[in-house]
Every structure is written in C-alpha cells, then in structure tokens.
C-alpha cells in the first residue's frame, strides 16, 4: 500500500488549516461574546445595585415622612381638641347671653310700666312725711274712706295684684325668680 498522494496531502492539509481557522474564528467570536455577557453581567449587577441603594433610600424618605406627617397629625388633633373646647365654652356663652338677652327684651317691653312705677316712686318720695298740725278734715285725706293714717308712707297696694299689669306681665313668673346679671 501505497501513503497518501501528493495531492491528498495538500487537500488535507488545507482543510486541516481551514478548520482550524475556523476553530481560532470561533473562539475568537466565543471570546467576545464571553466579554460582552461579563460586561453586561458587571453592568446590570452595578444597575440593580444602585437600584437597591435608591430604593432604599425611597424606603428612608418614606418612613421620614411619615413620621413628619404623624407628628403633625398628632399636633392637629390636639388643635382640633383644643378649639372643639373653645367651641363649647362659647356655645355655652352663646346659651347665656341668649337667655339675658331674652331677659333684656322683656324688661324692654315693660318699660312703659316700669317708667310709671318710678315716676311715682320718685313723686312719693318727693312728698315727704305728713305734718300732724290737727285733725284731718274729710275733704283733704288723700286716702280712701276708712283706711288708717299713719306716720309714715303706706303702700295700700303691697299685697294687692291691681297696680295695672297686663296679662302678659302676670305669665312670666320666671321674672321673679331670675337674678339679673347686667345693668341696663
């Protein structure tokens, strides 16, 4: 038997050199894709790094203001409960003053009657004390048949409802009870 030809030998050998170009092409080529896929690697581990260091710092941000926004919270429900007290003490004024005035505008509407009363208190007071200078005549006494003189000023009507009051002044009882806290 005879060794290759010449001619095989070149063949082989060129097909030997083809594919091993073609081995030193592909592992370049695998090289660079190794390269790439590294890079890409270190590129989204660097990414996803500051990822996680932003959202923590989101995480931070986050819980800070809702501490802020507790503690305002907090601080605007003690307003709130403060000026919800102001409000009930200015209702019950509100209720007080209402009443008073209430109270005013009936004293207004006997004020015809009151300024009469004065008138004659003011009249009686004026006149002063009786003089005994003798016997009383009949004609002079200002007081009616049969009522006792006496030494000072009477008040024939202390016990007596006649002293002109209108219906509606005899309703309101609640008069004679209140104790007035103003001055008109």
């Known amino acids: 038997m005879s060794g290759p030809s010449p001619v095989q030998i070149r063949e082989a050998n060129a097909h030997l050199a083809a594919v091993h170009r073609r081995a030193a092409e592909l592992e370049a080529r695998l090289g660079a894709a190794e390269r790439t896929v590294r890079e890409q690697a270190e590129s989204l581990i660097r990414k996803d790094e500051q990822l996680r260091g932003a959202l923590r710092e989101l995480g931070r941000a986050k819980d800070r203001e809702i501490a802020d926004l507790q503690e305002k919270l907090f601080s605007s429900e003690g307003t709130v409960q403060k000026l919800l007290t102001v409000i009930q003490e200015k209702d019950a004024l509100i209720v007080q003053l ?42 002079s ?35 004679d009870q209140t104790m007035f806290g103003t001055t008109v």
């Not at 009151?114 to 004659?120: N, Q, S, T, Y």
């Not at 006496?150 to 016990?159: A, I």
């Not at 409802?161 to 219906?167: G, H, I």
């Open 98 to 139: 209402k009443h008073r005035s209430e109270l005013l505008h009936k004293i207004c509407q006997r004020r015809p009657l009151l300024d009469g009363l004065l008138a004659f208190m003011a009249e009686g007071e004026q006149l002063g004390p009786l003089a005994r200078s003798g016997p009383p005549s009949v004609s």
């Open 141 to 175: 006494s200002p007081l009616p048949d049969g009522a006792p003189e006496t030494d000072g000023p009477t008040c024939p009507l202390s016990n007596s409802q006649a002293f002109s009051l209108s219906e509606d002044d005899l309703d309101d009882k609640d008069l």
